[in-house]
């Protein structure tokens, strides 16, 4: 016999699933970054493309992404720099300069269409 705990309807479940991820990773908004500085201040965070800029090293940034990110999000390297593909965004981070750029782009056309 299943205990009554562990009879739920799969929507049901699938719901808890999908609200357990965190909000900051959820539609086109990612984590941001500490102590990283906007690129450009005329862009929101929200925006569909948005850079951001930190001292630390491109793989520190990598690892700290990796670890806040859904699992779902794809990861590749190269060059120094990483780049997740997630379900709405991009995340690029690119050494340049000796500094670190994080790039978010929303996928689906420039204006996330």
């Known amino acids: 016999m299943i205990p ?12 808890c699933v999908v609200t357990a991820l965190p909000a ?5 908004g990612i984590p941001s970054y500490p102590n990283a500085v906007n690129k450009n201040p005329d862009l929101p965070p929200s ?3 948005f850079q951001v800029e ?8 990598d690892a ?12 590749q390297t190269a060059q120094g720099g990483a780049k997740y593909a997630c379900p709405n965004v991009n ?12 790039t978010q782009m ?3 056309g420039l204006f996330g269409q």
């Open 4 to 15: 009554t705990v562990l009879r739920i309807p799969i929507a049901t479940a699938l719901i």
């Open 24 to 28: 900051s990773a959820a539609g086109n």
């Open 47 to 49: 925006s569909p493309l």
């Open 54 to 61: 930190t001292t630390d090293a491109a793989a520190t940034v």
């Open 64 to 75: 700290w992404y990796g670890a806040r990110l859904p699992k779902i999000c794809t990861h």
């Open 91 to 102: 995340i690029m981070i690119t050494p340049h300069d000796g500094k670190t750029l994080i």
């Open 106 to 108: 929303a996928t689906g």
